[in-house]
């Protein structure tokens, strides 16, 4: 809601509302480039034509620095909305493609577009309440760029304008209680937390996540452990679709290993498939799906 963004801010969105032609939110991603723009009104970035990344900045969510600098921290934890709650597959899978533009621009040193957006309910209401609708989206002809990408802290920060400046420590940590984004753990907690990643608990949490993940999308998911792969994927019409051996891996347990049986139907079965599943039961959560001449390439795959 526009009482929720610093008036320094609003006052530059007025000014950028105002010295351009009338469009709707979406009209103005499709006239920067992004032309399946109609078919995705609800996403929160866009790969647009020269490969250039195109992200909503929340605008009350934009901070002002003491230089006059604007930033934006952005949570790297995809599973869970900034007001509370987890995601739902629709959500999860939208944050995950965000935070996947985001992280292309940042490993490729490039900056990115952005378009500014105030809205109609309060900000963290805009993911769990279905009245949710954009005030007013502009697109700023200022250059924004990741300035920072740290996944222990799960935060990336987001800044407008050149390179070489960054937020002070005491402006990032009140940031974070602006915008309810998670805390870093301290030493202990993590260490805390790496003790309790075993091989049984990382390989139980990354079945979870992908169970959560296919039924999430309509399919079911059935355990069937043992036959030499983990899980049988099928559509609503009983059609099998996968035959998944799902591993996980997480900052206490980075390898995993395929035992005989898997191995073997690996090499019989056409539908079989290798599920990772990095970052198992934390916020951080992803997978990817590797064919069987594709193994030797699944991070923390471990032959011997």
């Not at 990115?112 to 989206?137: C, G, M, P």
């Not at 998911?221 to 030499?228: V, Y």
């Not at 059609?239 to 090499?267: I, M, N, W, Y």
């Amino acid at each position: 809601m526009d009482k929720e963004v610093d008036p320094r801010v609003l006052t530059v969105i007025d000014e950028m509302r105002l010295k351009g032609p009338r469009l709707t939110p979406v009209e103005i991603v499709a006239k920067m480039g992004v032309f399946d723009a109609r078919d995705k009104p609800f996403e929160h970035a866009w790969l647009a034509t020269g490969d250039n990344v195109i992200a909503t900045i929340w605008a009350e969510w934009v901070n002002v620095s003491a230089s006059g600098r604007w930033f934006y921290l952005e949570s790297l934890d995809a599973h869970h909305r900034a007001g509370g709650g987890e995601r739902n597959a629709q959500q999860l899978q939208r944050a995950k493609d965000r935070l996947a533009l985001l992280k292309r621009s940042y490993d490729a040193g490039n900056g990115f577009r952005a378009v500014v957006q105030t809205n109609r309910i309060a900000i963290l209401e805009v993911e769990s309440n279905k009245d949710a609708k954009v005030s007013t989206r502009v697109r700023d002809d200022d250059e924004w760029h990741v300035a920072s990408w740290e996944p222990e802290q799960k935060l990336a920060v987001l800044v407008r304008g050149p390179r070489g400046w960054a937020p002070s420590e005491a402006e990032v940590q009140a940031a974070r209680e602006r915008g309810n984004i998670p805390q870093k753990l301290s030493a202990a907690a993590k260490a805390a937390d790496d003790e309790k990643a075993t091989p049984e608990a990382v390989q139980a949490a990354a079945l979870e996540y992908v169970v959560k993940h296919f039924t999430g999308y309509g399919y079911k998911a059935e355990n069937m452990t043992g036959k030499g792969f983990d899980l049988e994927v099928s559509n609503a019409k009983g059609q099998t679709l996968l035959r998944v051996t799902v591993k996980g891996t997480a900052p206490g347990v980075p390898s995993f290993k395929l035992g005989k049986e898997e191995s073997d139907c690996s090499k019989r079965e056409p539908l079989w498939r290798l599920l990772v599943v990095t970052d198992a039961g934390t916020g951080m959560a992803q997978h990817k799906i590797y064919k069987p001449n594709e193994i030797n390439s699944a991070p923390g795959y471990d032959p011997s």
